[in-house]
Nanobody, 125 residues
Framework: QAHLVESGGSTVQAGGSLRLSCVDS????????MGWFRQPPGTEREFVGA???????YYTDSLKGRFTISRDNAKNAVYLQMNSLKPDDTAVYYC???????????????????WGQGTQVTVSS
């Protein structure tokens, strides 16, 4: 069983940067597709981006260039670097994982059976 724990959420001013971390204590991150999702207040959870077990990263179009996902195999962790933050980026951010060696570039919640508890990011104007 994957056990995902996110950290790094905080309150930051608009224009600032933040890096979120996700450690998997149950499985090997380099064998899964590790995704990041977010849920702004009062809205549905949405896909942010992911890194595949083949080390391919992909993002939702609106966040390309500001958000970057990376992976540290030695720490069995993935990271979400967020730059030029805007108040609209305020959300609970979740880390999620697929089954090992999943195919393709999934973007739907239902493609990720394993989830962390989420970490709050608040961007003040």
């Amino acid at each position: 069983q994957a056990h995902l724990v996110e950290s790094g959420g905080s309150t930051v001013q608009a224009g600032g940067s933040l890096r979120l971390s996700c450690v998997d204590s149950g499985r090997t991150v380099s064998e899964q597709i590790m995704g990041w999702f977010r849920q702004p207040p009062g809205t549905e959870r949405e896909f942010v981006g992911a890194v595949t077990w083949q080390d391919i990263t992909y993002y939702t179009d609106s966040l390309k260039g500001r958000f970057t996902i990376s992976r540290d195999n030695a720490k069995n962790a993935v990271y979400l670097q967020m730059n030029s933050l805007k108040p609209d980026d305020t959300a609970v951010y979740y880390c999620a994982a697929t089954v090992p060696f999943a195919r393709g570039t999934p973007r739907r919640e239902r493609d990720y059976p394993y989830w962390g508890q989420g970490t709050q990011v608040t961007v003040s104007s």
